[in-house]
């Protein structure tokens, strides 16, 4: 089978999304398909990222999938993300014998958008374009698309809710693991009368839901609680969180630029708990790995949590943007690190099946399935 991935990225193996592009394509190689690429191809719009996202990307890639199938046949294209909606209007019907696919690393209209209370008007108008237009660009791909890829069960529950598409033109694919991650020694147990050691990492914006966890860091250093907390993020935000965590926290903060993956592993073996108290995920790679590594989220039920993890069997989950809860949760993991050692061979436990020789067996039988669907509704 011959499969093309159209995505509008660098192609960098160590980056999110791209990564996980190239994680996949090597999954499908080694199950014996043979797997093409268009990345990008020209560099960001000096118009800014909403410019190239909702005009430049649309016609870059349709012209770049139009040439690829006009120089070679391919079986499959998969789209990664919907800007690409005009690859599924107006190409599938000149392609009948290829399935053209949407691959979401996260819905875009399941993520809640934030506007900065203090926005002035020409933001707010930018705002409510973009949500309009991304509306758009993802009911488009949903309804042209002859099937869509989402990584969670929250995402695919929306489509079918909100949007209407048949439950049978929806495949649920998590993300596979790194084998290495599941060769590690589980994180070492946490000796008794230790304080809670806490750790995030990833970017400090605010879907991450940045202000509920320093709300709660805060509140529980007001509580007298001993514990620690490492954050791994852009060196950029450090000063701000020097000032706003650093006064409370003291010499209970550490701050640490971005880490290579190699560099992660010993984080999380060093830590009881990761924080994840995201609004939204496509999937939360990051909860993903940590899990693997046999160290429990205290985080919000979204992305791979939603799938993998159970409250207070191997996390301890709380409602997206639910500062009560999360609050509570991490009072519970703080007064009782020693939580950590029961629940993270569970997490490990949990992801442990999840592998890239799995993705691309249940990619390969969607893909089926979808084929003989798409030949029945021509026939």
């Given at each position: ?6 995505a509008n990225f660098a192609p960098e ?11 996949l394509g090597d999954a499908l190689t ?23 996202r909702f005009i430049e990307v649309p ?321």
């Open positions: 089978m011959k499969i093309l991935q159209i193996r160590n980056v999110g999304t791209p990564g996980t592009i190239m994680d080694a199950a014996g398909q043979e797997v093409s690429y268009v990345w990008r191809g020209a560099p960001p719009s000096p118009w800014g990222q909403n410019f190239s016609r870059r890639q349709l012209h770049q999938a139009r040439t690829a199938l006009a120089q070679a046949r391919y079986d499959v294209v998969l789209v990664h993300q919907p800007h690409g909606y005009s690859i599924f209007e107006q190409l599938a019907p000149q392609y009948p014998k290829t399935l053209f696919l949407n691959f979401s690393h996260g819905w875009e209209l399941c993520s809640p958008s934030y506007t900065p209370p203090n926005a002035g008007v020409v933001r707010k108008i930018k705002d409510r374009l973009s949500a309009a237009l991304t509306r758009q660009h993802c009911e488009r791909a949903a309804q042209f698309a002859n099937g869509v890829i989402v990584l969670n069960r929250l995402d695919a529950e929306f489509l079918i809710q909100q949007q209407n598409v048949p439950r049978e033109k929806i495949c649920v694919l998590p993300l596979g693991l790194d084998p290495q991650l599941l060769l590690q020694p589980i994180r070492p147990a946490a000796a008794a009368g230790q304080p809670a050691r806490f750790l995030f990492t990833g970017n400090y914006v605010a879907q991450k839901g940045i202000e509920i966890l320093e709300t709660a860091l805060l509140a529980l250093a007001s509580d007298g609680v001993n514990f620690s907390y490492t954050c791994v993020t852009h060196t950029d935000q450090h000063a701000g969180m020097q000032q706003r965590l650093g006064p409370h926290l003291d010499t209970r903060l550490n701050l640490l630029g971005w880490q290579p993956r190699e560099a992660l592993i010993p984080l999380y073996h060093n830590h009881d708990f990761l924080l994840f108290p995201s609004r939204y995920e496509g999937f939360g790679k990051v909860a993903h790995e940590a899990m693997a590594c046999g160290l429990p989220v205290v985080g919000a039920r979204v992305g791979v949590l939603a799938d993998r993890a159970i409250h207070q069997e191997n996390a301890l989950l709380s409602p997206p943007g639910d500062l009560e809860q999360f609050l509570a949760n991490l009072r519970q993991a703080a007064a009782a690190p020693q939580l950590a050692n029961l629940y993270g061979p569970r997490a490990r436990t949990a992801v442990s099946g999840d592998t890239w020789a799995g993705v691309a067996k249940s990619f390969l039988s969607f893909v089926e399935q979808r084929q003989k669907q798409k030949a029945s509704a021509a026939n």
